[in-house]
């Protein structure tokens, strides 16, 4: 059985998204959550590792169609694994993908995502924080990992979790500070479903 794997970049008032770019800092390295510290080697490294073993992503629609763009204007080792490796896009709105290996998922959700997780190893999800929030309200997240930038934005932005977020229990597996105050957290669930 695979897992499911978030990663998320925060601030330390929890935004996710300034809406300072329309990009989610995920894949935006000019974000001004991420623009001071993405350069920095460790941060580089860290995130590499979110995205090692993946092979497939999900998504919710609005990353996908940022790393769309993004991704398929781009070439070299790097994007051409994440071109090339299996994709799913969780939409009702969506009706298909011109992204090469990329498939819609529609109805039925929990039940194709958990054939999903009967199929791959490990799933990776960047960004798609409506999709994260109700992974975990349906129990099938396994792994938050989350990259705290030390900075407090205030204003604009949109948090990571919202008020009316279901209430989950996670258990701290890892926990790494980096020389430049960003520091990895890496949260398991442990009532993931099987």
Known sequence: MGKIIAGQYLSLDGVTESG??????????????TAPYFND??????VGELMAGNDAMLLGRTTYENLKGFFTSQSGPYF?????????????????????????????????????????????????GTLVR???AENLLDELQLL?????L??????????????????LTDCRPLDCGVV??????????A
């Open 148 to 152: 705290f930038f030390p900075m407090i």
């Open 134 to 136: 109700w992974l975990i």
């Open 80 to 128: 051409d694994a994440v071109n090339a490796m299996p994709k799913y896009v969780v939409s009702t709105t969506l009706e298909s993908s011109d992204w090469n290996n990329t498939t819609v998922l529609r109805d039925n959700l929990v039940k194709e995502i958990g054939a999903l997780k009967e199929r791959h190893q490990q799933i990776g999800i960047g960004g798609s």
């Open 41 to 46: 080697s460790q941060v580089q490294q860290a």
């Open 184 to 193: 990895v957290l890496t949260y398991t669930r442990q009532d993931a479903r």
């Open 20 to 33: 300072w770019t329309g990009l989610s800092p995920a894949i935006s390295p000019m974000d001004p959550l």
């Open 154 to 171: 205030g204003g604009p932005g949109a948090r990571f979790f919202t008020l009316d977020q279901a209430p989950a229990t996670f258990t």
